[in-house]
């Protein structure tokens, strides 16, 4: 019987041993492997779903005003107590949330789609039209960076969906640079120059091949790009070029909170909170899938 199952032990290892593991399956494990990471992605997880469902079980709006009730410390009745227009703060909260996530997730998939094909026909073909695409790129990096985000916004308007545009359209270029390097590291691979000797096309090499090659320090990037987006977006509204009244986010929220924070502190503190929890989670996170994804760490 032992025999036996050893036999069938070192069959079924055999067995494991030819299937392999994908490098997702292996980064899917290491990253389950990391504390840190894997709170961070469920304190994330919550947020997102209070700000999102959160508020359709609420029968407050994020503009419903109470003048004689005015701003009020946390109470049974105001978790988190109200502004100085008697709004409630966990409600405007809530709703900033939807703002500020949406800013910072929609932000982020319009820089990647800009970086990411920009970056990747810029590293395959190379050449004269590599050293052109990548001075384009020093031009603009040149720019001061927010007062770029601000002329944009001036110029087309302080519309709530431009927000998405004018952020992404100055937060593609460190993308760009990384999808790059990463497809002229493979541009010379056998199997790149296999799809070319079968006779297939420039776009489909990139779209097929190039790209989800690179998508690990994409995915990385992604998650450190939100939290960057996210407090730009804060400081654009802080300086009343972002989310319009009586809109919330949590850029305005600590705005608003900002000055009046003698008086009435848990208007900054509450919101600032919140921004600070998020930014952290999605901070680890990033770090999480950085190592969990990282080529060298696989084989030690």
């Known amino acids: 019987m032992n025999a036996v199952g050893e036999t069938t032990g070192t069959e079924q290892a055999l067995e494991q041993a030819e299937r392999g593991t994908s490098l997702w399956r292996d980064a899917w494990q290491r990253l389950g492997k990391n504390k840190m990471a894997v709170i961070s992605a469920i304190i994330l997880i919550l947020i997102a779903l209070a700000s999102f469902i959160g ?6 709006s994020y503009e419903t005003q109470n003048l004689q009730l005015g701003a009020v410390s946390p109470a049974a009745r105001h978790w988190l107590g109200t ?15 939807r703002v500020s996530m949406s800013v910072g997730f929609c932000a982020t998939a319009v820089a990647l789609t800009i970086g ?13 039209i590599d050293i052109l695409m990548m001075r384009i790129v020093d031009i603009i ?30 937060q ?71 989310v319009q009244p009586p809109m919330s986010s949590w ?18 503190i509450f919101p600032g909170l919140v921004l600070a929890v998020t930014l952290f989670s999605l901070n680890f996170l990033g770090d999480g899938l950085r190592d969990a994804l990282d080529p060298r760490a696989s084989k030690e």
């Open 55 to 60: 508020p359709f079980f609420l029968k407050q």
């Open 141 to 170: 990096f040149a720019l001061p960076f927010t007062v770029f985000v601000i002329l944009l916004m001036v110029f087309f308007g302080r519309k709530f969906v431009l927000l998405f545009v004018a952020i992404g359209a100055v």
């Open 251 to 268: 850029g305005v929220l600590i705005k608003e909170g900002a000055e009046v924070m003698e008086e009435f502190p848990w208007l900054l």
């Open 172 to 242: 593609w270029l460190t993308t760009a640079r990384i999808v790059r390097g990463q497809v002229l590291s493979l541009r010379r691979q056998e199997f790149i120059e296999a799809a070319e000797a079968l006779g297939l096309s420039k776009p489909r090499i990139i779209i097929r091949h190039m790209i989800p090659n690179a998508l690990g320090p994409i995915v990385v990037y992604a998650t450190l790009t939100v939290p960057a987006v996210m407090l730009l977006e804060a400081f654009l509204s802080f300086l009343g070029l972002g």
């Open 116 to 128: 990411v094909f920009y970056g990747a026909i810029s590293g395959f073909f190379g050449g004269k």
């Open 83 to 97: 502004d100085t227009l008697g709004r409630d703060l966990f409600v405007r909260i809530l709703y900033g949330g």
